[in-house]
């Protein structure tokens, strides 16, 4: 059964910076794209960053520049490192990707459990 389970949320103080990982595992043939979306309360989610297979990037306009999304395929693995944080980052932190999880079974999307993350002084 495939599985994301996300990791290096945390409070941080506006203008600090964190690293979320996002690790899959499971039976997983192959991993398309990935990405990280956001939720902040009272709001729709959204997406943040994604990266594909061959590591072409796009970003929300809000978080260009002081975000940087990363891939390591060979471990099945999403980064996101978020610099220059402000207030209006806070939010839950969804890891999303797309997976065929062998040669029987469709591609679908899978998401993590989410990471909560935190910029307050």
């Known amino acids: 059964q495939v599985q994301l389970v996300e990791s290096g949320g945390g409070l941080v103080q506006p203008g600090g910076s964190l690293r979320l990982s996002c690790a899959t595992s499971g039976s997983i043939l192959r991993i398309y794209n990935m990405g990280w979306y956001r939720q902040a309360p009272g709001k729709e989610r959204e997406l943040v960053a994604t990266i594909t297979s061959g590591g072409s990037t796009n970003y929300v306009d809000s978080v260009k520049g002081r975000f940087t999304i990363s891939r390591d395929n060979a471990k099945r693995t999403v980064y996101l490192q978020m610099n220059s944080l402000e207030p209006e980052d806070t939010a839950v932190y969804y890891c999303?990707?797309?997976?065929?999880?062998?040669?029987?079974?469709?591609?679908?999307?899978?998401w993590g459990q989410g990471t909560q993350v935190t910029v307050s002084s």
């Open positions: 999303n990707a797309e997976i065929t999880p062998s040669m029987i079974e469709p591609t679908r999307d899978y």
